[in-house]
């Protein structure tokens, strides 16, 4: 039998490759970059209909990032903004506690923070989808059973029909993943624990379509107020919009704080009232912090809301997600092409858990500051913050930034496991960022000697069967392939002291080598980590 007939017969046995029960933007991100590769997607959700009110609003660099790749410039997008100015903390009495460089272009190419509507988001999202003929999105679909064994996962679901009825149907996946949110049925029905870690605030969120905020004093464009009589979070929203987040504080009634008499009270010392603005949702959402301890059980995967929750103090809640989705579907991809055996994705969970966990502790460590009700704790707060800012020299903080877990990446190397610089290069008589010129996905990067002629010849042949790309980057003038036009990697490669470095898919460093010998032991590791197969799909090895 052919490659081809066998593909033909394996995909006869299954009604799609990857089951995704949740179509939020996670869900549909994965779904996105499976289709994009081909394979086929059934994306489910027990909703009729998407919804329509605000959630998230606000993303970082990275996933302006993963963003790229489906087309979406975060810098030019009608449905996204970013604002040239710092993150400002300040307490009661309008004094600077805090400044958090939020202005910057960040490391990898973009600028540090950006604003959006996530309604609109998604439903660009689904309009990608919509596109690639691989994907079907089924909504009104609730999951009520799953069971899987060796070969196959059986998802089944009550389908609401047009005339109000309901009907059973069954899904056969290769794998089904649960983006499903914090009570996700599918990590329940997987028996993966989902542990909290001891944090717990109730905060109102209110979410305001502001076209025209001239002759208003809101403050600074994103900042904190730090009041023990009330803390409160002030940010954009997303183009024409704002949002208030205010702390409910001990003995108030969650319900009537979220009525509307009760938001327009609250908004009045910003002047901001039924004539200037319109309030789009009014709630009440407790912050908590919660995480699986595993990600997969067999055939089934978590990831979003469903794998972690954490408070919002960091901006980074759905960020964690969409890189769950681009760091499941490149290994998905792997072993649905019959490239890699299915162990590659175990690395999945261990790396994004500990990824995860960082931005957990952080909001955690951000919201104990932020949260404080006491007016001797918030003194004791303000007169050290108010010292530590002064001894800053005006120099604003960074932005954090997490590595990743245990997983394909060599533990050693300098800056392996952490999110990949990227400048503006020049090729084939292009100029851009990195991943617009050169191209997304496994990179082997050096200076000087070719990279392709410093590894082995397995090494190559596994490469190539992983599309692999083999980068020479230098400065103008250089016998190169790439031209490092701003000199990005060359200055990032002269600090640690690297000739090479390899890229993964999803723009995190592999590792870095000083020279030939140490990329092709540090290759060599990250090759046995992904479990190759051959074209015949027997497990190989590089040593």
């Given at each position: 039998?052919?490659?081809?007939?066998?593909?033909?017969?394996?995909?006869?046995?299954?009604?799609?490759?990857?089951?995704?029960?949740?179509?939020?933007?996670?869900?549909?991100?994965?779904?996105?970059?499976?289709?994009?590769?081909?394979?086929?997607?059934?994306?489910?959700?027990?909703?009729?209909?998407?919804?329509?009110?605000?959630?998230?609003?606000?993303?970082?660099?990275?996933?302006?990032?993963i963003l790229a790749i489906l087309g979406i410039d975060s810098d030019n997008d009608p449905a996204v903004e970013y604002h040239d100015d710092l993150y400002y903390w300040r307490n009661a009495e309008g004094e600077d506690l805090l400044e958090v460089d939020w202005k910057s272009i960040a490391a990898s190419g973009w600028r540090t923070r950006y604003w959006f509507s996530q309604p609109e988001l998604e439903k660009r999202l689904r309009e990608i989808a919509a596109t690639l003929p691989s994907v079907t999105m089924l909504r009104g679909w609730t999951a009520t059973d799953l069971e899987q064994n060796d070969d196959a996962v059986v998802l089944t679901g009550q389908v609401t029909c047009t005339n109000g009825d309901s009907a059973t149907e069954v899904i056969r996946a290769k794998y089904v993943v649960g983006a499903d949110g914090a009570n996700s049925f599918v990590r329940t029905a997987l028996g993966l624990d989902f542990a909290d870690h001891g944090f717990f605030f109730d905060w109102l969120i209110l979410d305001m379509i502001m076209p025209d905020i001239s002759g208003l004093d809101l403050g600074p464009t994103h900042w904190q107020l730090c009041d023990p009589a009330r803390p409160t979070t002030i940010v954009p929203g997303g183009p024409g919009r704002r949002r208030w987040e205010y702390m409910v504080l001990p003995g108030e009634d969650p319900v009537e704080l979220a009525s509307e008499q009760s938001a327009?009270?609250?908004?009045?010392?910003?002047?901001?009232?039924?004539?200037?603005?319109?309030?789009?949702?009014?709630?009440?959402?407790?912050?908590?912090?919660?995480?699986?301890?595993?990600?997969?059980?067999?055939?089934?995967?978590?990831?979003?809301?469903?794998?972690?929750?954490?408070?919002?103090?960091?901006g980074e809640g759905m960020c964690a997600g969409l890189r769950d989705a681009?760091?499941?579907a490149w290994r998905l991809d792997l072993v649905l092409s019959g490239r890699s055996s299915d162990d590659v994705l175990d690395t999945y969970g261990t790396e994004r858990k500990g990824h995860v966990q960082h931005y957990i502790d952080f909001s955690i460590r951000l919201g104990k500051i932020i949260c404080i009700s006491d007016a001797d704790d918030a003194a004791a707060r303000d007169q050290q913050m108010i010292a530590e800012l002064a001894a800053s020299d005006g120099t604003p903080v960074d932005t954090d930034m997490a590595s990743l877990g245990p997983g394909l990446w060599h533990s050693g190397t300098a800056h392996a496991g952490e999110l990949s610089v990227q400048g503006v290069v020049e090729a084939n008589g292009r100029r851009g960022r990195f991943d617009d010129v050169v191209g997304r996905g496994w990179t082997v990067i050096g200076r000087g000697a070719s990279t392709a002629d410093v590894l082995t010849d397995e090494q190559r042949r596994l490469w190539d069967r992983l599309d692999g790309r083999y980068v020479r980057i230098g400065?103008?003038?250089a016998d190169c392939d790439v031209v490092d036009v701003d000199g990005t990697y060359g200055r990032w490669l002269d600090e640690i002291g690297a000739d090479f470095m390899i890229l993964r898919p999803d723009f995190y460093v592999a590792a870095t080598a000083p020279d030939a010998a140490a990329l092709r032991d540090s290759l060599g590791t990250i090759l046995d980590g992904l479990h190759l197969t051959t074209t015949d799909r027997a497990p190989v090895t590089t040593r």
């Open positions: 039998m052919t490659d081809t007939q066998t593909a033909r017969t394996e995909a006869a046995a299954y009604d799609t490759d990857v089951a995704v029960v949740g179509c939020g933007p996670v869900g549909t991100l994965l779904a996105v970059l499976l289709g994009q590769r081909g394979h086929r997607v059934t994306i489910v959700d027990k909703w009729p209909a998407p919804y329509a009110q605000p959630r998230a609003v606000t993303y970082d660099h990275e996933i302006a990032r327009w009270h609250l908004l009045e010392p910003w002047g901001v009232t039924p004539a200037n603005a319109e309030l789009e949702r009014s709630a009440v959402y407790r912050f908590q912090a919660r995480w699986a301890e595993n990600w997969r059980n067999g055939r089934g995967l978590i990831a979003g809301d469903a794998a972690h929750l954490m408070p919002p103090f960091a681009l760091a499941l400065p103008a003038g």
